[in-house]
């Protein structure tokens, strides 16, 4: 299928230092400068391989598991459902994503109301909308490759302590897209293509992800 680009739903979030983080914020130094007389303009950014949009490869949970560089393209472009989770508190169930209209794409997007409201503040929240556990078992049974949220993690924030969703979607090698930002996605089928930087070793990595509208089943 040819994508057309004037359709293309960008769904990453601009990297900045004022900008929503987990851990340190980012930093930007000023290497040359042409307003200084040097020929070009270079900048040299300190980021967590954890900042703005990004994709978690197994190995943020899993000792040996895939890194970034490692990972499948076919895994993390090709069709994707968006799944009006709006409504929901708290943390997603099992039950809530079979209610959503879960179907057979490799590719899930979780959209909660974190993309109208915690997603869109410059601090960090005490409380967001993430994935339980049986939720995470339950993408797995469905043979999904890559589940996305719209906040900082998918993790509800009742298992932030042992991480159990993370550990079993890494565990299943499942990868994981975090700080999608969801606002303007409608419900429904699209083409995704999310494409991490291919930092070697590294376990996650900031990944430019766009949507193509499908249909709207």
Not at 28 to 41: F, H, K, Y
Not at 43 to 58: L, M, N, Y
Not at 125 to 149: C, N
Request: charged share 20%; aromatic share 4%; proline share 5%.
């Amino acid at each position: 299928m040819e994508l057309d680009p004037e359709k293309a739903l960008d769904i990453s979030v601009p990297i900045h230092p004022g900008m929503l983080h987990w851990g340190r914020r980012p930093e930007i130094e000023t290497v040359e400068s042409r307003a200084a007389g040097d020929v070009s303009n270079v900048s040299r950014w300190r980021i967590g391989a954890h900042t703005g949009t990004h994709i978690d490869a197994p190995a943020h949970f899993v000792d040996g598991g895939k890194t970034v560089d490692q990972l499948d393209l076919g895994a993390l472009c090709g069709t994707a459902r968006v799944l009006d989770l709006t409504h929901v508190t708290g943390h997603i169930t099992a039950a809530d994503l079979d209610a959503a209209g879960l179907g057979d794409e490799g590719r899930v997007l979780l959209k909660t109301s974190n993309s109208a409201t915690v997603l869109r503040s410059p601090w960090k929240s005490t409380a967001w909308i993430g994935l339980a556990p049986d939720g995470a078992e339950r993408l797995i049974e469905a043979g999904v490759r890559l589940a996305a949220i719209d906040y900082l993690t998918i993790e509800a924030v009742a298992y932030t302590t042992h991480w159990e969703t993370h550990q079993l979607l890494c565990g299943a090698d499942v990868l994981i897209l975090e700080v999608a930002d969801l606002l303007h996605a409608e419900p429904g089928v699209y083409d995704m293509i999310s494409l991490p930087v291919p930092l070697q070793g590294a376990e996650a990595a900031a990944s430019r992800t766009v949507l193509f509208p499908r249909d709207a089943g």
